[in-house]
């Protein structure tokens, strides 16, 4: 039976990729690194990297949140993101009028995956992230 999450697990550098597969449109590709850091009871999340998209010239691409001691998940400004299950499994994001779902696999620990199914009237991706532990310096 998988160990459940704790926040300090996730403590550290990782490595990212990602690909997202649109409904229509050209697949992108996500290279980079996310940097989790202790912040008091919480980590700071950032991700930084190279976005490429075919036929466009690939660009920096950065997103940052705020992980809590119960895995909850917060956008920078402190709104609500997700709660990500310990372990592993789906979860929901409502965005009006968008649906958000996640699925965490941790069963390949220090190496984890997530994939979002965004659906909505705008929005129709599968976007799956493959995070391997980076050694320390």
Do not use: N
Request: glycine fraction near 10%; include cysteine.
């Amino acid at each position: 039976m998988p160990t459940d999450r704790v926040l300090t697990d996730f403590a550290g550098t990782w490595g990212i990729a990602r690909d997202i597969v649109p409904s229509f449109g050209s697949p992108a590709r996500f290279e980079g690194q996310a940097v989790w850091t202790p912040q008091e009871d919480t980590l700071t999340y950032v991700e930084t990297g190279i976005l490429s998209i075919p036929g466009s010239t690939p660009m920096r691409a950065e997103r940052r949140y705020i992980w809590g001691a119960d895995l909850s998940v917060y956008f920078e400004g402190g709104a609500f993101f997700h709660q990500v299950p310990a372990g592993g499994g789906r979860t929901v994001h409502f965005c009006e009028p968008d649906t958000y779902l996640v699925d965490y696999d941790f069963g390949d620990w220090p190496q984890f995956r997530t994939v979002w199914s965004v659906k909505g009237p705008k929005k129709s991706y599968v976007m799956t992230s493959l995070f391997t532990r980076q050694a320390a310096a």
